[in-house]
């Protein structure tokens, strides 16, 4: 329930934006935190980066490696900030009125039977089912003002407060006359600016007795809202507010029109209708890959967010499925009025803004969940998430992104006991851990909609996978092959033999152990397929070929160039998102019917295959898991395309006991990381406790820590120490690194704060390895930043950790080193980097000088970051520095998050003070490395730099025009852009587009609110 408007079985209740109500200014922060502790306590000595897999990192590159807290406070004076606001209000304005963009709109407009009701049971023709109905109020609205006003929203919340709506498009009128009259007010509406003098003006005329009027008010409103709150939770509990699981009908037409879906599979009724879901207690569901367990997840959240008016948060593992799952679920906000708000790379305001007048979906990876988390606890507003939803809960045991999924959940479970939360997953060995750790129910089921086959392939025959005979394998066939010798020689393990028996009619996925690999495979297989091959969709494939090319300003990678004629492809993290992306969307789509892939996609989106084929039992060199294992295989089998799905898993002699290890061992278990690389997570958890002020003395953070999953897995996790031993003993660990310190409470006992390094780091998510390292390096930094150029910049948000990944090739130091400005080279000298020691390197001398090897790395990831920067040419750069252009495009993206995590570090300290707009510009410029016209584009969820061009050029120039254009338009004028793709990219816009307006709205009406505390006559 919102705090301003609210309405339940009669109950309406309605406030004026700016009528007199506490002055609350949640998750406002100080940027001059005063000091208390001298800077020198901090040990100089830095860590080293941590030990990584350079393997691992490049394959996970769709992962967020950090995040941070995004500032609300302007520097700007007052009023020039009100300026600002007004202005941008002003261009949504114009964006709300222009009824230009969409063309026949009226036509459309007629054509739509949809109302806003969610009680609606007509369900629309099929000819606009891929039209989304908000579409068409929304331009109805716009074109016929009297219908705003006769809106009913969910039968919930029948009247709208003064924060306009972007659906209905209100001009934004002074509040007091959004209260007393109800017609849209005039067009030429008054500026913000002189409202608010006038406001602020009749605010100091006012008297005390006004002041007490509203306060009386403000009372008899919060009454009103606390009974419209009541009817509502009552509404809930008694059963519900529509047949649909408690949901308005609505809801599964919805589900029917957006997702395809007819009916629940029987498990998801029973799931749904379980005792402890009806009394919102936690719980973990398992079931096998493709069982629909996100529909289970997606009716809860929408139960949250409708019944109980609750904001709800989604935890998923990977950016790429944020950003999914954001494109799908914009269509079900628009309809069913919340706001869904993407957490991911850099995107998401810290703490979120406060919404008045409708609930929010936010959805998060792992790290931005854990930031939203804590910003919430900052601002004291963590009980308006009523529901956690957690997808791959088994990435609680994933190294230090489970050491902070298990962190969030713990502070979310510690503060705030009525946030229910759910996880669930597909490889789980070890539930009642995680039971005991979330105090959470189990729903198990072992439904598949499309039974699975699996098959191992040794020498030229296949057996079947049956785990619970002895010997594991049935002999089931022998594979059909007519090789001649040099094939036999080409291709020993028969693949060509195995894929030609699937596609192209059917498709097929191909797991290879190394990136390198899946393009030989794919190159290989190609160079013996029959030329009919070429035949299949070949206009499509040639449209396919041609964005590829596009996207690399004209630059196309031979592997592909040569395999997608013959509808095959590769697919790993060495390709730019853009490539990735269309190479997904044919795929998906039919016109390619082979992929050959590392292991990111089988947890990334969901493309399933009618046969999966598993090129070796290995992951780079690392032998596979049991839930690896169950991962790819579980992609095999379409709903509601295959009958049957295939694994084949192909092996040789020497792997045979592996393997059948491997497919009868039970699901490996998950097991708590807080411990994990030097007990990075321990500390880090600790400090924020301290500094979100959780826990303040020692006994409460070993309080906090035996309710953890570390505490549950004591036994097995905790060897030489007791987890009470290693809490104390972290706790020390931060007073000597100067983070957190101690002083005498008032019981005696000793209270804990942070430091203000502490708080800078915890605020700004820094690793503790590297605050101290980065605190020396940005003090360095002002002592002669260099300002004439970004390289200075660059270098000091260049990710530490990314450092151990690259060996420069001194040939290219050299030469890019040689076409610095001379201010440059003497910036590069007085870090530490002298061009004689590059030229050395580089002429293969040996250097007797001693280097810090940190430092001459990371200025040569910063070489490449500042090349991206000036030309914003993915492909030359990479070309230039003989880097795949996967991991430069990973180091601009993890360049990004870490300039808004230094952001957010230099924030704290205020002798940092400089650093803050030129490091708020530099996330920006990193964060969108293209032709500044696209950003805005760029900035709706999954739209990616070749889609923005595209739409670009075809006259969709910002946010507005995205907004309001009709999908059916936009199919015609952008090449290769699907029906359902445009749908989703509109409701995403208009999500976006909303979700701005009404964070301005929210900041105006705090500009106007009049402070309790003025002091009276
Ligand atoms: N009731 C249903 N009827 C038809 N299709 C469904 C139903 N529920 C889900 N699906 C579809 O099944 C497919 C797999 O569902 P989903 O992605 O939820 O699987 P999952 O259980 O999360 O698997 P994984 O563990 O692989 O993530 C999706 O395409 C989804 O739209
Ligand atoms: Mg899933």
């Known amino acids: 329930m919102n705090a301003g408007s609210g309405s339940s079985g009669g109950i309406s209740v309605k406030r004026s934006s700016w009528s007199c109500k506490k002055r609350v200014r949640d998750g406002v922060r100080s940027n001059f935190t005063p000091a208390k502790k001298k800077l020198s306590n901090l040990p100089e000595k830095h860590c080293s980066p941590a030990e990584t897999n350079p393997e691992e990192k490049c394959c996970s590159d769709d992962e967020d490696l950090f995040d941070g807290y995004d500032s609300i406070i302007g520097d700007s004076s007052f009023l020039a900030k009100l300026e600002d606001v007004e202005q941008k209000a002003e261009e949504d304005q114009n964006v709300c009125f222009d009824p230009h963009p969409v063309k026949n709109s009226d036509k459309q407009c007629c054509g739509d039977e949809l109302t806003d009701s ?6 629309p023709d099929a000819s606009l089912r891929d039209f989304p109905s908000s ?72 008297s005390s007795r006004i002041s007490k009027t509203a306060l009386q008010k403000e009372a008899v409103m919060s009454e009103e809202i606390s009974v419209a709150m009541q009817t509502i939770e009552s509404a809930c509990k ?4 529509g047949p649909f699981f408690g949901l308005p009908s609505k809801v599964k037409d919805l589900i029917m029109r957006l997702k395809g879906i007819q009916d629940l599979y029987d498990w998801q009724k029973v799931c749904l209708d379980l005792d402890s879901v009806k009394q919102r207690k936690n719980l973990i569901y398992s079931l096998p890959t493709s069982g629909g367990k996100t529909l289970v997840a997606e009716i809860l959240i929408f139960k949250e967010l409708l019944c109980r008016r609750k904001d709800a948060l989604l935890i998923l593992p990977y950016v790429a499925l944020v ?87 713990a502070k979310v479970l510690y503060i705030n006991k009525s946030t229910q939360i759910i996880g669930m997953s597909a490889t789980l060995g070890n539930i009642g851990d995680l039971q005991s750790f979330l105090r959470a129910e189990n729903y198990t089921n072992d439904f598949r909609p499309v039974e699975l086959k699996e098959y191992v392939k040794l020498r030229d025959s296949i057996y079947e996978v049956k785990p619970k005979e002895e010997e594991c394998f049935r002999f089931s066939r022998l594979l059909a092959f007519k090789y001649s010798s040099g094939m036999q020689k080409m291709d020993p393990d028969h693949i060509i033999a195995l894929v030609t028996e699937v596609i192209p009619k059917q498709s097929c996925l191909i797991f290879c152990a190394t990136k390198k690999n899946c393009e030989n495979v794919a190159g290989m297989i190609c160079k013996y397929l029959h030329t009919d091959f070429l035949m299949h969709r070949e206009g499509e494939k040639a449209t396919l ?37 269309l190479v997904e969307e044919a795929y998906s789509s039919g016109v390619l019917c082979l992929l050959a892939c590392t292991s990111t996609l089988a947890a990334g989106i969901n493309l399933p295959a009618r046969r999966v084929i598993l090129r070796s039992p290995y992951v780079g060199i690392d032998f596979l898991k049991r839930s690896q294992y169950k991962q790819m295989v579980g992609r095999a089998g379409r709903a509601g395309i295959d009958s049957v799905g295939e694994s084949i898993l192909i092996l040789q002699d020497r792997d045979k006991d592996m393997v059948r290890k491997l497919v009868s061992a039970p699901m490996e278990k998950c097991y708590s990381n807080l411990l994990h690389d030097g007990s990075k997570g321990l500390l880090s958890l600790t400090l924020s406790l301290i500094g979100l002020n959780v826990t303040q003395s020692e006994e409460q953070v070993v309080d906090f820590m035996s309710r953890t999953l570390l505490s549950v897995q004591e036994t097995q996790t905790c060897q030489q120490k007791s987890l009470k031993e290693l809490t104390v003993e972290s706790i020390e660990i931060l007073k000597q690194k100067g983070l957190i310190e101690a002083s005498s409470g008032a019981a005696g006992g000793a209270s804990l704060q942070v430091t203000r390094i502490g708080r800078a780091t915890y605020k700004g998510s820094v690793d503790l390895s590297y605050c101290d390292v980065l605190y020396r390096d940005l003090s360095k930094g002002l002592e002669g930043l260099l300002l004439n150029s970004f390289l200075h910049l660059v270098y000091l948000v260049t990710p530490y950790d990314l450092v151990s990944q690259c060996k420069p090739d001194w040939m290219i130091y050299y030469t890019q080193f040689s076409k610095l400005s001379p ?15 590059v030229a050395r390197k580089a002429a293969g001398q040996s250097v007797r000088k001693n280097v810090d090897n940190l430092v001459v790395n990371r200025l040569y990831l910063a070489l490449v970051l500042y090349s991206l920067l000036r030309e914003t040419d993915l492909w030359s750069v990479s070309d230039r520095f003989q880097m795949t252009r996967g991991f430069v495009q990973t180091l601009l993206s993890s360049s990004s998050a870490f300039c808004s995590c230094v952001l957010h570090f230099t924030e704290e300290l205020e002798e940092f003070w400089a650093y803050k707009a030129l490091l708020s510009e530099l996330t920006r410029r990193l964060t969108y490395c293209v032709q500044a016209e696209l950003i805005p584009l760029m ?79």
Do not use: W
């Open 118 to 123: 969610i009680f609606t049971e007509d369900f």
């Open 823 to 837: 201010a440059e080279q003497k910036m590069a000298a007085t870090l530490g980097v002298p061009e004689s020691f």
């Open 939 to 1017: 900035e709706v969820s999954g739209v990616m730099e070749l889609r923005a061009k595209q739409l670009y050029s075809a006259g969709y120039k910002t946010l507005a025009h995205l907004a309001n254009a009709d999908p059916n338009v936009l199919v015609k004028k952008v090449e290769n852009l699907f029906k359902k793709q445009a749908n989703q990219i509109v409701a995403s816009a208009k999500m976006l587009l909303q979700e701005k307006a009404e964070a301005l709205q929210e900041e105006f009406d705090d500009l106007l609110m009049l402070p309790i505390d003025l002091p009276a006559e």
């Open 545 to 581: 070929l041609a964005e590829l090319r596009n996207s690399g300003n004209g630059s196309l990678c031979p592997v592909l160039q040569r395999t997608v004629p013959f509808g095959l492809a590769y697919h790993h993290s060495g390709l730019t998102s853009d490539e990735r992306k």
């Open 135 to 206: 579409q068409l109020e929304f331009q109805q609205d716009v074109l016929n003002p009297e219908r705003q006003d006769s809106s009913l929203r969910m039968g919930l919340s029948t009247e709208s407060t003064s924060t306009p709506d972007v659906k209905h498009c209100k001009p934004v009128s002074a509040p007091a006359e959004s209260v007393n009259n109800k017609k849209p007010g005039p067009r030429a509406r008054r500026s913000m600016t002189d409202q608010l003098k006038r406001a602020m003006l009749e605010n100091a005329a006012a």
């Open 323 to 409: 950003q999914e799952k954001v494109r799908g679920l914009a269509s079900f906000g628009i309809e069913l009025d919340f706001m869904v708000e993407e957490y991911a790379g850099s995107k998401g305001r810290f703490p979120p803004v406060k919404r008045r007048s409708s609930n929010s979906l936010y959805i998060t990876t792992i790290e931005k969940g854990h930031s939203l988390v804590n910003s919430l606890i900052e601002a004291n507003r963590l009980d308006n998430i009523g529901l956690v939803v957690v997808d791959e809960l088994h990435m609680l045991g994933d190294g230090s992104r489970g050491a902070i999924l298990e962190m969030t959940l």
């Open 238 to 241: 008694d059963g519900d507010l």
